[in-house]
């Protein structure tokens, strides 16, 4: 009877370089502590696979939370540094060769992610909710911690894809959101006022539309309906298009509203006009003649007051403050920027250009 041969490496299955228990000939060079991480770290990747069956992306951000968490343990008490974590990419993606996601650049997401986010409560009942994609970019772009949970909440709330989450951070959404200057609190109620408060803001960005800074009324309204998409992304989760120019007949005249948009949470009409020069206390009595005409005309007996936004190219606080103290149909006024902010003092005026032209 010929002998057993030996079980060999090949034939178990065991890596050719590692001990029984996988411990490689370089392990004694290993800080202490790495390798019960690193198993902790296989025995947590094996149950997060079987349960993300049922929630892929939740299990995912805990997963890669706890992953971040433990390395800034292990970098207190073992003082793990860099090539530490490039040793636990290499060994991760050997163990795990089908996951992607262990390389060093993203365990570094990991740790900066759970640095960012000490209270695991959060990153499960919140931060679970949206990508690992729109994580990192929040992370990565906003450093305050409040800011980032603003936008966090709102990503959830209005269902943004990471391009638009992109486009309101860099739009700076946290300090224009709720800041136009209204009568919304002496013209609505509480419930009601609160939330349109909440919609408006100050200044709208259209810089998307790449229009200099003396444009038309016309080519303003124009150009916003020309981009659409754009206009009610900046407007924001809600609004409805109704209609440009809308026609409106009263006494037998014809008058026309700018912009007509019907919001679907505040069950209301919402009149904007566009101007392309500073508020004037008199667009405040135009605005609230089209309200009562929409109200008169256009309001179901179950819709609230219709609301007016008065959209200019700059405003005084205290003329307007005075113009809405005693006006009684719910309205606001905000402004716009058209051109992006650093490009606003490079742009030469009128004057300067035709001292140009003289010159020349």
């Known amino acids: 009877m010929a002998a057993k041969k030996r079980p060999t490496a090949k034939t178990t299955g065991q890596h050719p370089a590692r001990k029984a228990k996988g411990v490689s000939a370089n392990d ?77 650049r993203n365990l570094k997401y990991m740790r900066a992610f759970a640095g960012g986010y000490p209270a695991q409560a959060f990153v499960q009942e919140v931060l679970a909710q949206i990508t690992w994609y729109h994580n990192i970019t929040l992370l990565e772009k906003v450093k305050d911690p409040v800011q980032r949970e603003w936008y966090t909440r709102a990503t959830i709330e209005y269902g943004w894809s990471r391009a638009v989450l992109v486009h309101q951070i860099d739009s700076n959404l946290y300090t224009r959101q709720g800041r136009a200057l209204t009568n919304f609190p002496a013209t609505l109620p509480a419930p009601q006022s609160d939330l349109a408060q909440q919609l408006i803001k100050d200044p709208y960005n259209f810089e998307f539309l790449g229009l200099g800074p003396n444009i038309s009324e016309r ?27 809308y026609h409106l007949d009263v006494g037998d005249e014809d008058y026309y509203v700018d912009l007509l948009f019907y919001h679907l949470h505040l069950r209301c ?17 135009k605005m609230n003649f089209y309200l009562s ?37 719910p309205m606001g006024v905000a402004t716009y920027r058209v051109l992006p902010r650093k490009l606003k003092g490079e742009l030469p005026t009128a004057r300067q250009i035709e001292k140009g032209i003289g010159k020349t």
Do not use: M
């Open 293 to 329: 005409a929409v109200d008169e005309q256009l309001r179901h007996s179950d819709d609230q007051p219709t609301i007016g936004l008065i959209l200019c190219k700059e405003r005084n606080r205290l003329v307007v403050e005075y113009t809405l103290r005693d006006t009684t149909k």
């Open 219 to 245: 080519q303003l309204e124009a150009a916003l309906i020309d981009r659409l998409k754009d206009f009610l992304i900046e407007l924001g989760k809600g609004f409805a298009f109704v209609g440009q120019q």
């Open 28 to 104: 004694l060079s290993l800080p202490s502590g790495y390798l019960e991480a690193f198993e902790d770290i296989k025995a947590r990747v094996r149950a997060a696979r079987i349960r993300a069956s049922l929630s892929v992306n939740r299990e995912l951000i805990i997963l890669y939370w706890e992953i971040g968490h433990l390395i800034l343990q292990r970098q207190q008490t073992e003082g793990w540094g860099t090539k530490v974590i490039d040793r636990l990419s290499v060994d991760l993606n050997r163990e795990f060769p089908d996951i992607k996601g262990f390389s060093s």
């Open 269 to 285: 009409y919402v009149v904007i006009d566009l101007k392309v020069v500073p508020f004037k206390p008199e667009f405040a009595g």
